[in-house]
Nanobody
Framework: QVQLVESGGGLVQAGGSLRLSCAAS????????AGWFRQAPGKEREFVAA????????LYADSVKGRFTISRDNAKNTVYLQMNSLEPEDTAVYYC??????????????????WGQGTQVTVSS
């Protein structure tokens, strides 16, 4: 079993930055693709970013491209999401997820089999 725990969320003004972390425990996720999703109140969960197990390839939603950066440190069993130039529309609960080994990076939530509990990000205008 894999447990994922997100941290780093909080309240920030528009234009500010936050760095989210997703620490895995139980088993290593170093061979698994990983991703970040978010869910705003009253909206469906949406894809934000994904990264291959090696970190060599990444994928971003158009809404965050150029502002967010996903990365990972397999030695620390941790995935990160650096969020810059935050906008009020980025307000949501952010979830990290891990997909089974062998999958390529993917923007579909149903591919991912392990999920964290989420961390709240609130961007004030």
């Amino acid at each position: 079993q894999v447990q994922l725990v997100e941290s780093g969320g909080g309240l920030v003004q528009a234009g500010g930055s936050l760095r989210l972390s997703c620490a895995a425990s139980g088993r290593s996720i170093s061979s698994r693709p990983a991703g970040w999703f978010r869910q705003a109140p009253g909206k469906e969960r949406e894809f934000v970013a994904a990264i291959t197990w090696s970190g060599r390839s990444t994928l971003y939603a158009d809404s965050v491209k150029g502002r967010f950066t996903i990365s990972r440190d397999n030695a620390k069993n941790t995935v990160y999401l650096q969020m810059n130039s935050l906008e009020p529309e980025d307000t949501a609960v952010y979830y990290c997820a891990a997909a089974p080994s062998g999958y390529y990076i993917n923007d579909r939530a149903n591919v991912y089999d392990y999920w964290g509990q989420g961390t709240q990000v609130t961007v004030s205008s």
